[in-house]
């Protein structure tokens, strides 16, 4: 019985993994297809490019990639897409702008309105939350430090930060920078990706974040929902 009770522990477990990357693949598909309609080359077409980057870093296989490109410019079949940035209040009074791809304007939004007030928060108004970023260049590389050579050549090369964390290195640009930046130190990092995020200005405490925490859940577990950023902590 415990044999059993494990197996079926072990097949739940990998019901939720499978399902997490496809929501994933759904989504950076969705992107892929968005960018493709300025181009189907990724040579001629930075915004592509940064997507299917971005794709073949999460192991997005090869035909869905292709797939999506044909559909974004008009070869292959496919509903049509659009693209949507919401404002709105988390828990706490917590700024979010959340970035959305759908072939159902109506229903993302209404999906989105329940998802926030059922976690506590609550749609805003054009530009209620969105002075409150800023419009940036992120690349993410996969080099775990990087020696003072190399932060300096980065910062010569047009960045204007470098973040470290635990588990990653984000180089900050200008939004208009960021394919120049890229180029520029190709050869100084091995590069992972690259997109357009948008960065708080300040960032808030939030003493109990289990609430947030559960609203950030559901909005990753949306399929229309690209992107979401906070200026929470």
């Known amino acids: 019985m ?22 994933t693949f759904t989504k950076l598909t969705k992107i892929i297809q968005i960018a493709a309609r300025d181009g189907a080359d990724p040579d001629m077409n930075f915004k592509l490019r940064m997507a299917i980057d971005k794709a073949k870093s999460f192991s997005v296989p090869k035909d869905n990639i292709e797939r999506a490109i044909a559909r974004g410019a008009g070869i292959g079949e496919g509903n049509v897409l659009e693209e949507i940035t919401y404002e709105a209040y988390g828990p706490n009074g917590v ?35 969105m002075w409150q970023f800023d419009r940036r260049g992120v690349i993410y590389t996969k080099n775990t430090s990087l020696n003072d050579d190399q932060e300096l050549s980065i910062i010569d090369a047009g960045a204007l930060d470098i973040e470290n964390s635990d588990d990653e290195i984000r180089i900050i640009t200008q939004m208009e920078d960021l394919q120049k930046v890229q180029e520029k130190i190709k050869n100084i990092v091995n590069i992972d990706n ?18 947030l925490d559960k609203l950030f859940e559901a909005l990753e577990e949306n399929d229309d ?9």
């Open 194 to 211: 690259a997109e357009l995020e948008y960065i708080p200005k300040t960032k808030v405490n939030v003493e109990n974040t289990e609430t």
């Open 225 to 233: 929902v690209n992107n979401y950023y906070s200026n929470a902590e």
């Open 95 to 129: 700024a979010l702008i959340i970035e959305s791809v759908t072939d159902n304007k109506n229903r993302s939004a209404a999906d989105i309105k329940h998802l926030l007030s059922k976690h506590g928060g609550s749609l805003g108004a054009s530009n209620s939350v």
């Open 2 to 23: 415990s044999g059993h009770s494990k197996w079926a522990t072990t097949k739940h477990k990998k019901a939720l993994v499978d399902s997490k990357r496809s929501s």
